[in-house]
């Protein structure tokens, strides 16, 4: 497959948010409109996982996209976290808005930033994630994102086709995905927003090696196969061990499987000892790493909107992530990131994603 290779297809599907009543507890009347599509993405198509290479990605257009109808908008790539997969944008937390109805309020307030179109990619997988990487242990997921999604959306949608027009964001995977795409790809990212994102890895994946090591000695015999087989067969998440063990299993996946498709664990299971040669594959996909390397540097100095924020309580300690790559950006003397660490822990932060969805809108507009 080469860059600018098609899609096999695509096709519309009915309303995203299920039909809701647009009134309040239950819905609200949007300003601008969500469309929802499946693409048949050839990058996914026989995936060693086995995962649908048919996917759903919703579509967010402001109201200026019915308003003004000669005028072209840049575009926002929003991804999901570990486990995360497009349908889940409709839920909603106790007393709180969907993302969907965030970033709706946020276009169509007196006070809205410049209009972007905001793209809302699949990119799970059955062991949890991808990363948005392309890896023989889950598929080519960074390929979809980039030579299919993104071409796909230039040519359905009134887009300014250009990198410097074009950003992307997320939270905790997302985030991590949202920093590691542009490094890769600057040729068609200018601008990036990380909520808690996957940065600095001895502090945030380390310190569950030995969480995971003691709960497949309790509970499997030692087996990531056995806890494997038990998850299949009960609900996800019922056991305490659970999120370290879908956690880890899933980088592994991502960041150490052999070309053969083969897992490797960064760390011995009975000990939980590292493995320094698996270890140091994990690490060059570490976003810290990463813009410290001359492509980094350069990606980063290409870019011209850079967004961090993490909360001071992260349960994985990804504030501490946040700073260590943003002072990576400060080294590679990109453009003055804006950052903020905020009173919060790792969950129920979406009511900062409107943050910077405004802060790359007004930056990418052009």
Request: with cysteine.
């Amino acid at each position: 497959m080469t860059p600018g290779d098609p899609i096999v297809d695509s096709h519309r599907l009915g309303d995203p948010l299920g039909g809701v009543p647009g009134t309040p507890p239950w819905g609200r009347p949007m300003a601008g409109r969500l469309e929802a599509h499946a693409l048949i993405s050839r990058a996914l198509a026989g995936n060693p996982l086995g995962d649908p290479a048919e996917r759903p990605v919703w579509i967010y257009l402001p109201p200026d996209y019915e308003r003004q109808p000669a005028r072209r908008f840049p575009v926002i790539y929003l991804i999901q976290g570990m486990t995360g997969q497009v349908d889940m944008w409709r839920n909603r937390g106790s007393l709180r808005r969907t993302v969907p109805e965030l970033i709706d309020e946020l276009f169509g307030e007196a006070a809205a930033p410049p209009p972007a179109i905001v793209a809302m990619v699949d990119c799970w997988t059955s062991v949890g994630g991808s990363q948005y990487l392309d890896s023989p242990g889950t598929g080519r997921y960074h390929t979809y994102l980039c030579q299919e999604v993104v071409p796909w959306v230039d040519a359905t949608y009134r887009t300014l086709a250009e990198r410097g027009h074009r950003g992307i964001t997320g939270k905790s995977s997302g985030g991590y995905g949202a920093m590691i795409t542009p490094l890769l790809r600057p040729d068609l990212f200018a601008g990036l927003a990380t909520h808690a994102g996957d940065a600095l890895f001895e502090v945030c994946y380390q310190r569950e090696f030995a969480e995971c090591a003691r709960a497949l000695r309790e509970r499997y015999d030692g087996s990531f196969e056995r806890f494997r087989d038990d998850l299949r067969r009960r609900p996800a998440l019922s056991r305490p061990d659970d999120a370290a063990l879908i956690n880890e299993w899933a980088m592994a996946a991502c960041y150490s499987t052999d070309e053969d498709g083969t897992v490797r664990l960064p760390f011995d299971v009975a000990t939980g000892e590292l493995v320094p040669e698996v270890w140091a594959r994990w690490l060059r996909w570490d976003p810290v790493r990463l813009g410290r390397t001359p492509e980094g540097i350069a990606a980063l100095r290409s870019l011209h909107a850079i967004y961090i924020d993490a909360g001071t309580g992260d349960e994985y300690h990804l504030d501490l992530g946040a700073e260590a790559f943003r002072r990576v950006c400060l080294e590679a003397g990109s453009v003055e990131p804006f950052f903020e660490l905020f009173d919060a822990k790792h969950g129920a932060i979406e009511y900062r994603y409107p943050l910077a969805i405004r802060y790359l809108a007004e930056r990418l507009a052009g």
